[in-house]
């Protein structure tokens, strides 16, 4: 038997991933199968038979005759079979039972009761029946399969392709030769599309793919004069990311203040952290949900990016640091032609690279349910005419060039703090002609110290 003075050594996981029961309610079977359930479906997690709603250990009296009664009904209750571990413990020298069911294999597990079938699942710290969504992203799981990997019933044939192989061309400099790429690239199977082929063809083939933007005027959704400004956009996924960062960029501003050499410039919101969490947004997105779409909602002291689903694994992120989130992807087979595409990588760092982005004292807002994960990025000149806050962006990212001139320092300096600006912005910014500022950056380039990412209308400049 473990022996341990407190709960803590077992408590280490949060709060959805445990539950305290008094006692054993064999009357009331539900009253805990769901939890299993629920965890079996899940990320796992632990049941503590013998402690009260407060954490206070009160007992139980009959280990061994509770434990075979806990078998006994999971058994009759749970289906498919479930593997779980019963495990008996000293803690205030009152003997506890702890019921450690694992992330299952085999989902979605059901409990049998009262004439009903119900799976269930975890949201914040309580057991709730899944809704047909989430029951049908068990059941995927328990076939191995994700959504993006299906067949989506449409014909190669019908559909064309342009904008993706253009997009392939210029980020690669390879050419999509044949059929067999897409189908190598798990776009497609038996010359039928599937849902990640069909997201990214230029016909508007899955009607989820759609982003609805906002600019709020004021800070909610509630103010007098409510919107500025609204957009709608759908269809290919290039297409949105290019649509959407046009929104973004439109109904934000850039401060700007003059500096010695030029004009030092203030966005409201780092380019990296939009950047990031839209690509974010759509490549981990439950398709699941019909009549879904992601939402960017800008208001004057932030910006918002929802999107359907929650976490991958279950677990509530405002939970978590984003240091010890794993690299989950709902939607492998989507994240896997985007990182060919270079807009993501495959190490899933985008979360980390959105906080990086902004400065040390100010951190962005992360929040999920079982329905929707938000980003909120704060917008660094709201309520501030001096721009200080930007001071430390622009601090922040300075970049120090070894055996480069003063003209090649100011272009690297200025495309750090503002990724997608242009050669004439440039230009104006160190007080140099066209150019003279394009033959710069071809030797920037040459030399490795810069280069282009993406096309010359949306694309970025990423100083190595």
Known sequence: MAQERNLNKYLMAEATEYEFKSA???????SWLKTVSAFANGVGGSIYFGVDDSGNPVGIK??????DKISEIIKERIEPSLTFVLEPIAVNEVEILRLKVPNGANTPYYYFGDGNRIAFYRSGNQSVPATADILFEFTLKGKRQTFDSLDSGLSFADYSFTLFEATYKEKTGLKIDSAKDYFSFGMAMDNKLTYAGALFADQYAVYQSRIFCTRWNGLTKTSKFEADNDAEFEGNAIKLMDSALGFVRNNSS???????????????YPQEAVYEAL???????????????????IYDDRLEIVSPGGMADGKRIQ????????SVRRNPVLCDVMHRLKFMERRGSGLKKIVDAYPADITPEFKSTPQSFIVALRNLNYGSQENKPQDKVQNKVQIKCKNCTLDEQAIIEFISKKPQTIQKEIAEAIG???RTVKALMIGLQEKGIIERDGSKKTGIWIVK
């Open 24 to 30: 054993l309610e064999i009357g009331k079977p539900k």
């Open 62 to 67: 009959d280990i061994r005759g509770t434990s």
């Open 254 to 268: 850039v401060k700007w203040h003059k500096t010695g050499s030029g004009r030092a410039e203030f966005p409201d």
């Open 279 to 297: 690509v974010n947004a759509i490549v981990h997105r439950d398709y699941v949900i019909k009549g879904s779409e992601i939402h960017i909602d």
């Open 319 to 326: 939970d978590m640091t984003i240091e010890s989130i794993a």
């Open 432 to 434: 140099k002609s066209e």
